[in-house]
């Protein structure tokens, strides 16, 4: 549990990347305008795709 019994979401999850896939996750946040890698994670996890205001015209931005 977290220590701020105020936040929105207490549980945290971790996992271990390459320093090969930390970059490639990166790259993608920069293509998707996103800088909070935790929101960037969860929706992907949680929705399977990341819609980009500038591509959400091509049904194809599915990552």
Do not use: C, W
Not at 17 to 27: G, H
Not at 42 to 53: D, F, I, S, V
């Amino acid at each position: 549990m977290a220590s701020n019994p105020n936040r929105q979401r207490p549980i945290q999850i971790k996992f271990y990347v390459t320093a090969e896939e930390l970059e490639q996750i990166k790259e993608r946040m920069v293509e998707f305008g996103t800088d909070n890698l935790s929101a960037h994670l969860r929706k992907l996890a949680l929705e399977g795709t990341y819609e980009n205001e500038e591509k959400s015209e091509n049904p194809e931005t599915e990552i």
